[in-house]
């Protein structure tokens, strides 16, 4: 475990804020972004809602078509501690 790094979280930020921010900022409209993924815009937009719980599927699908990591999606607003900081 001495190579287990404490994560924390730096923001308040949902799962479905996540998806929305970063489709966005790739100017993507959820349309768009349901052409790439095969996900109806239906259920993007029900998940940038949290009507509708991501999944390790789906989000491997979405992060692939937004350039991200699945993780960004999944673990919004989290960062890994610095063992160094003081």
Not at 32 to 39: C, D, F, H, S, V
Not at 49 to 63: D, F, I, P, Q, T
Not at 69 to 83: D, K, M, T
Request: include cysteine; aromatic fraction near 4%.
């Amino acid at each position: 475990m001495k190579d287990y790094r404490k994560a924390k979280k730096s923001i308040d930020i949902s799962v479905g804020d996540s998806v929305r921010i970063i489709r966005e900022l790739q100017d993507l409209s959820q349309n768009k972004l349901a052409e790439l993924t095969g996900i109806p815009q239906s259920t993007l937009s029900a998940i940038e809602n949290n009507h509708v719980r991501l999944g390790v599927e789906r989000a491997k699908v979405l992060a692939k078509a937004l350039n991200c990591h699945p993780a960004v999606l999944v673990f919004p607003g989290w960062e890994i501690e610095n063992e160094n900081a003081a």
